[in-house]
């Protein structure tokens, strides 16, 4: 397809276990970024890549969540022994800015609805 | 800390009246701020974005002003549409060079027939 997409689109899991979310960007796209978004509220950054490193950690809540990409395409948003609070919509988002700039325009995904039981 | 936030959680108005949401942001070393929609179930769409040397930008059906001195952002719709009701967040990138970017919580505009 020709924009972002996430899967699965929804996921319950149960609290303590780990969860992988999946982002496939546009082709191309050489920055991803992960946001959550709590009911009712707005966007919260967790991660940036640039090609397949991440110069931007800052927003990731914990050390059980980690997140990698390879091939400079698909990422992987991993969250391990899961909480309730936890539970969100994580959207994934890409751009085609070469050098993690600030004024290319941010594609969003769906996002996958976690809920933690 | 950093915080972007909106005036008015919900705004309602009647089709075909212009819509006005508002925006307050926090960080003076913003120098690009966005407009999103964001329907139910779907992630946020762009809508126009606006840099910190400019006052005005303007695009099909929706104006965005920005006020530096008192660092407020708003969004104009004109002739309001039934398909524009949806959740409208405000964003800004904040003091860092990587795109990240800071959401503010949303409004509402709901849009009666």
């Known amino acids: 397809g020709a924009g972002v997409s996430q899967s699965p689109s929804n996921k319950v899991t149960e609290k303590g276990k780990d969860v992988e979310l999946r982002c496939d960007p546009i082709?191309?796209?050489?920055?991803l970024y992960w946001y959550r978004q709590r009911l009712g509220q707005g966007l919260e950054f967790l991660i940036y890549?640039?090609?397949?490193?991440?110069?931007?950690k800052s927003g990731l809540p914990s050390d059980r969540f980690s997140a990698e990409r390879t091939g400079e395409s698909v990422s992987t948003l991993t969250i391990q022994r899961t909480q309730q609070e936890d539970s969100a919509v994580y959207l994934c988002?890409?751009?085609?800015?070469?050098?993690?700039?600030?004024?290319?325009?941010?594609?969003f995904g769906p996002g996958t609805r976690l809920t933690v039981l | 800390g950093e915080s972007v936030g909106l005036h008015l959680p919900t705004l309602s108005v009647q089709e075909g009246d212009n819509s006005i949401i508002n925006c307050a942001y926090s960080?003076?070393?913003?120098?690009?701020f966005i407009w999103y929609k964001q329907e139910s179930g779907k992630g946020p769409q762009f809508i126009i974005d606006?840099?910190?040397?400019?006052d005005k930008r303007q695009g099909q059906r929706v104006t965005v002003l920005l006020n530096k001195t008192v660092k407020h952002l708003s969004l104009q719709i004109a002739a309001t549409q039934p398909g524009d009701s949806a959740v409208y967040f405000c964003?800004?990138?904040?003091?860092?060079?990587?795109?990240?970017?800071?959401f503010g919580q949303g409004t509402t505009l709901q849009v009666k027939p």
């Open positions: 988002a890409s751009s085609s800015s070469t050098s993690g700039g600030p004024y290319n325009e941010q594609f």
């Open positions: 082709s191309g796209h050489t920055a």
């Open positions: 960080n003076s070393a913003s120098d690009y």
């Open positions: 964003a800004e990138n904040g003091s860092g060079n990587t795109g990240k970017l800071i």
């Open positions: 606006i840099r910190s040397n400019m």
């Open positions: 890549f640039q090609g397949n490193s991440a110069p931007d």
